[in-house]
């Protein structure tokens, strides 16, 4: 039976507070957890969206998420994109520290974490800005102590360099597959009241089909092989690229 995991992109003081909010509260209706990205420090001017919620209040709000079972990834450390070839997802050609050597990717991920540990509110998983990592970030992450990723191929979790990846591929409900796991990826901040209106109506007419990230990662059971996992995983490898290239 197909589940679903909740992701919030580009979470800041700077964001659309108003708008996550309204996806968020019709979650915890339901005791759903989500999975939200938290920009260490945001230099990104495009995330400079509103101003409905201030940097204390911010924070307060996310170790109150952390505290209720919501998963809190760090989401890059800058938010500051360079070009590159989008390294082993080739989603974006973009990315924030994907392909810099692997020092420079270990210096600007242990600054983006020292500062969410010092807001109490670090936990070891990762979502990278623009969906772009390589080797180098992997390894970097496991330098430092981080467990998971939400980003990948297929429909259930593998490992990468010891990290698992917990697949991401879709921006809505994607309902063709009735089997494993879909990691919807909210951008609160660019969606439009109909957009919002409509999750929530799904959220509401799906409560029973939510998962907790956290649970996923735990599940060692469900990084074992199969056939079903392999075929999700290349067909989706291979064939939503060309999905994107073509809508583009």
């Known amino acids: 039976m197909r589940k679903y995991i909740v992701r919030f992109d580009d979470l800041c003081p700077t964001m659309d507070w108003n708008k996550f909010s309204k996806i968020k509260e019709a979650l915890e209706e339901y005791g759903i957890k989500s999975v939200l990205g938290v920009v260490p420090i945001n230099r990104d001017p495009v995330l400079n969206i509103a101003d409905n919620i ?40 973009y990315g924030e520290i994907c392909e810099l050597p692997y020092n420079k990717q270990l210096e600007l991920l242990t600054i983006g974490k020292q500062i969410l540990v010092e807001r109490n509110i ?19 992450l496991k330098e430092l102590n981080f467990l998971a990723l939400t ?7 593998y490992q ?40 929530v109506n799904f959220i509401h007419s799906n409560k029973g089909s939510f998962v907790n990230f956290k649970d996923i990662v735990a599940n060692k059971d469900l990084l074992k092989p199969s056939i079903t996992k392999f075929m999700l995983y290349n067909v989706s490898k291979f064939t939503i690229p ?7």
């Open 54 to 93: 201030t940097e204390e209040m911010f924070y307060h709000n996310i170790i109150k998420f952390k505290n209720y079972g919501d998963t809190i990834a760090q989401h890059g450390t800058y938010h500051i994109m360079h070009n590159c070839s989008g390294g082993i997802m080739k989603i974006n050609k």
């Open 122 to 140: 670090w936990e070891p998983y990762y979502m990278a800005p623009a969906h772009s990592f390589d080797d180098n970030t992997l390894k970097a």
């Open 151 to 157: 980003d990948g191929w297929g429909g259930y979790p």
């Open 160 to 199: 990468l360099e010891d990290i698992i990846c917990v697949p991401q591929l879709f921006a809505k409900p994607f309902t063709k597959f009735n089997i494993g796991y879909q990691t919807i990826c909210l951008h609160t901040n660019n969606m439009n009241k109909f957009q919002i209106e409509e999750f």
């Open 242 to 248: 060309i999905i994107r290239s073509i809508r583009k």
